[in-house]
């Protein structure tokens, strides 16, 4: 019995951090997908104003992100 030996195939991965297109104001934004391509609609703490972030991933990893208002 080898209960030790499954390895997770995701790892948790750090949050990104995008600028607030109107203040500059930094949010982190969870991603909660490997691969492709998220859009999500956030709000920024510090103006409350809504923007747009496209973030998109290859294996893991950001290769485009931006934030559009
Ligand atoms: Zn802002």
Redesign the pocket.
């Known amino acids: 019995m080898d209960f030790l030996k499954s390895k997770q195939i995701y790892s948790k991965m750090d949050p990104l951090v995008c600028g ?1 297109p ?4 930094e949010s982190e934004i969870v991603i909660d997908m490997f691969d492709g391509q998220m859009d999500l609609a956030s709000d ?1 703490e ?4 809504p923007f747009y972030v496209h973030v998109l991933l290859e294996a893991g990893q950001v290769v485009e992100c931006c934030v559009q208002c």
């Open positions: 607030c109107y203040c500059g104001y920024c510090n103006c409350c104003r």
